[in-house]
């Protein structure tokens, strides 16, 4: 549980530990207590990984510096991939069940063409763009918060690790009814929650800066999907 001064963070209060707890041996362990605010380091380390995932998607605060700080998840990339897949699928489903030519064979050729990679491709520069958009806006205004490259590595790993609600675009597709569309709606609210709770996490700021990060990113995103549109693209 060692570790360079600061590596730790208090799930309370945000404030920097170098330890987590202390192995006394023989299966007894204690858990370190804050300096700042003389509560637990890290509560979560006792707790199931179960009650962790709920009180992360409930965006507890806590959970959040508990997964982005004290924890060595390098699921970052992957997960990015397997998100942007589902989006690529879900717009190439779409796009197959606007066309109205029903033939087997025209849907089997229709399956070995280009469309999904060129989904996947401007799913992709969206996402490039959202996440520009919101370095841009922190680093202006707040550029003491982004000084390394390790801060901007962290930052990005929290905010690919707080996009994990994409994962639910496949149930939705899968379990088809009238209210799909509300549904998707509804995770892409959720995604930007975590994605603002991870900005406000990791940066340790107030609600509104996050917010306002995520609305300029979503400008630049929906800048790119009008681009496409006026090129004839359907997105």
Same mark, same amino acid.
């Given at each position: 549980?060692?570790? @360079? ?11 920097? @530990? &170098? +330890? ?10 204690? =858990? ?30 806590? @959970? ?8 060595? =998840?390098?699921? $970052? ?10 989006? &690529? ?23 070995? +063409? ?25 680093? !202006?205004?707040? *550029? ?8 901007? =590595?962290?930052?990005?790993?929290? /905010?690919? /690790? ?8 496949? *149930?939705?597709?899968? !379990? +088809? $009814? ?8 509804? =995770? ?9 709770? @991870? ?8 609600? /509104?800066? *996050? !917010?306002? &990060? ?22």
């Amino acid at each position: 549980a060692m570790a @360079a001064a600061g590596a730790y963070r208090c799930v309370e209060c945000h404030a920097e @530990a &170098a +330890e987590l707890y202390r192995d006394y041996r023989r299966g007894v362990l204690r =858990i370190s207590i804050c300096k700042s605010c003389q509560k637990p380091v890290d509560k979560y380390i006792e707790y199931d990984p179960v009650i962790i995932l709920i009180n992360a998607i409930l965006c507890k605060a806590q @959970a959040y510096r508990h997964i982005i700080f004290n924890t060595k =998840i390098n699921i $970052h990339g992957k997960l990015c991939i397997f998100c942007l897949l589902c989006e &690529a699928y879900l717009r190439w489903l779409q796009l197959q069940d606007s066309s109205q030519n029903i033939d087997p064979d025209d849907l089997i050729r229709y399956a070995k +063409e280009w469309d999904f990679y060129r989904m996947f491709g401007i799913a992709s520069l969206e996402q490039t763009s959202f996440l520009l958009g919101i370095f841009i806006t922190l680093r !202006w205004m707040r *550029p003491k918060m982004l000084k390394t490259k390790s801060d901007f =590595i962290l930052l990005l790993k929290a /905010l690919l /690790l707080s996009s994990y609600g994409k994962l639910l675009l496949i *149930p939705a597709v899968i !379990w +088809e $009814h009238d209210y799909t569309p509300l549904c998707l709606a509804f =995770i892409k609210v959720f995604v930007l929650i975590s994605n603002s709770q @991870a900005i406000r996490v990791t940066l340790n700021l107030n609600r /509104l800066l *996050p !917010w306002l &990060a995520i609305f300029i990113g979503l400008i630049l995103e929906n800048g790119v999907v009008c681009l496409f549109q006026k090129m004839g693209w359907d997105v």
